[in-house]
RNA sequence: GCGCCCAUCGUCUAUCGGUUAGGACACAAGGUUUUCAUCCUUGGAAGCGGAGUUCGACUCUCCGUGGGCGCGCCA
């Protein structure tokens, strides 16, 4: 048998990482059985469904690289084979009319009365409930449209889905949908139940816990593989120490006996960890395309500059695209910005403004610009000073970058190089004297 | 209230009856009287409680406790 899933949404505008995380682990389960991913928009809500609602959710799956392979299936079109469905439920008594609202008339569906319901849980284990504990359940309203349960499992027997993933707040509804399936006589999928991600408070991840939606993250500079791996750890694990896995590794390595059973927290501390993980791990070429074109929008130029110099430094320390290009503005131009506090705590001090001139007159008068003897001239001036490497080296680098961050302080230099070090520290000991930082 | 499910470091997790309970994030210290980052080393940090089964329970069973979910003519 061959395996088909889907990713069930409903479009909303909004995707919740919840939701797309089921997505991923129907993806990956898909793609380790060598089976079917399917979409199935579930937009029976036409006021919330709109296209662009619609096309969030598209960009979303394809930005996160979540492929699927048969053409998207739209709930709203299957409206008149649910109907017929209940119908012909009605037809042989396993699902009976009433108008106990006042409303009018609705189809309810029976519930077996007496007897144990179970089903097996591919990550859950058996689940088990009495039939005196559930309840016959509307299928169709009273205005006639048909209610999801219905429509979901009449989907589902229609695309010959043979898996449901979905989020563990389905498993309740299981026991109902699973008797749908006999009452239809269609074959009774598996199912999957995973964990919720839940905030500090153990409740449900929600937008007041913090970015909650796949575009957010998007926005805020996350890379789609990181987010996809960060979500992938959150319920699942290889079994071994390994944490940062490639798509290949992670489809190999898939299967949902290895899911977790119990809620996990969201910790964006790790997110960000394994954010920069990633930005470390791209080819240069890829950082350089993303570097630059940062750098460009923010108005930079990136001629006469030591372009794959700067990268080196910047690969290895950036957490965030967003974060450039302004960590490495005074790179690319001579108006970079000065931080307040750090002009407070390193340039507003006794001694600084002769000091960067002094510095600048040493430098200048170098045979050979390098890391090297741009060190071995600060730490003799500290020397002869009696102040040390430290009371010199702040003082220069918030001079020249305007921040307390950065690279290494003479790798940073003679990136810089030469002329615009000391043209900066001769302009910034100016500016000290005239009051005009 | 009734039903279902869950429970290992602060967090994500490994362990599927026998381990000094391992890894990662975060945190702390050191390499590094130049920051941040990277890299390396080190450190602290966990089996919810109580019974039972067993030669031996984190692991199996039961009872508590705590948490989550469900109980719509929402999806």
């Not at 389960?29 to 598209?58: C, M, N, P, W, Y």
Request: with cysteine.
């Amino acid at each position: 048998m061959s395996v088909r899933v889907r990713f069930a949404p409903s479009p909303t505008g909004n995707v919740h990482i919840g939701n797309i995380r089921a997505a991923i682990f129907n993806w990956l389960f898909a793609r380790h059985e060598g089976g079917k991913f399917l979409l199935r928009v579930e937009d029976t809500d036409r006021e919330r469904s709109t296209q662009e609602a619609i096309d969030t959710l598209l960009g979303c799956m394809a930005w996160l690289g979540l492929d699927f392979d048969e053409p998207t299936v739209f709930q709203s079109k299957q409206c008149a084979r649910h109907l017929a469905v209940a119908d012909e439920l009605v037809r042989k008594g396993l699902a009976y009319k009433d108008n106990k609202g006042g409303g009018g008339e609705c189809v309810i569906f029976r519930m077996p009365k007496e007897g144990r319901l179970e089903y097996t849980d591919l990550v859950k284990g058996t689940i088990k409930k009495k039939a005196e504990d559930t309840q016959d359940f509307v299928i169709v309203r009273s205005d006639g449209t048909p209610v999801f349960h219905l429509s979901n499992v009449v989907d589902d027997i229609d695309m010959a889905i043979t898996h449901v993933i979905r989020g563990d707040d389905h498993v309740e509804n299981t026991f109902k949908h699973i008797e749908l399936f006999k009452a239809i006589g269609a074959p009774v999928p598996l199912y999957a139940h995973l964990p919720m991600i839940v905030n500090n408070q153990g409740k449900p991840y929600s937008k007041r816990d913090g970015a909650a939606f796949v575009g957010e993250f998007k926005e805020q500079g996350y890379l789609p593989d990181a987010l996809f791996n960060f979500l992938l750890l959150l319920g699942w694990a290889p079994g071994d120490d390994r944490e940062v896995l490639t798509r290949e590794e992670m489809i190999a390595l898939f299967t949902l006996d290895r899911c977790k059973s119990s809620a996990a927290r969201f910790d964006v501390k790790k997110l960000v960890w394994m954010n920069g993980e990633y930005i470390r791990r791209q080819p240069r070429e890829v950082f350089e395309a993303e570097f630059v074109s940062r750098v460009q929008a923010g108005g930079l130029s990136t001629e006469g500059v030591d372009l794959a110099g700067i990268m080196e430094q910047m690969q290895i320390r950036t957490k965030f695209y967003s974060e450039l290009p302004a960590s490495c503005a005074y790179f690319f131009t001579d108006a970079y910005a000065f931080d307040p506090k750090a002009v407070e705590k390193r340039l507003k001090v006794e001694g600084v403004t002769a000091l960067l001139d002094e510095v600048a007159e040493s430098y200048a008068a170098l045979p050979i610009f390098d890391v090297q003897t741009a060190h071995e001239t600060l730490t003799a001036m500290g020397e002869s000073r009696g102040t040390g490497l430290g009371s010199m080296v702040h003082p220069v680098r918030v001079a020249v970058s305007g921040l307390t961050e950065g690279p290494g302080l003479f790798e940073m230099l003679v990136l810089l190089g030469r002329d615009k070090v000391c043209a900066r520290l001769r302009d910034v000991a100016k500016r000290l004297r005239d009051g005009s930082l």
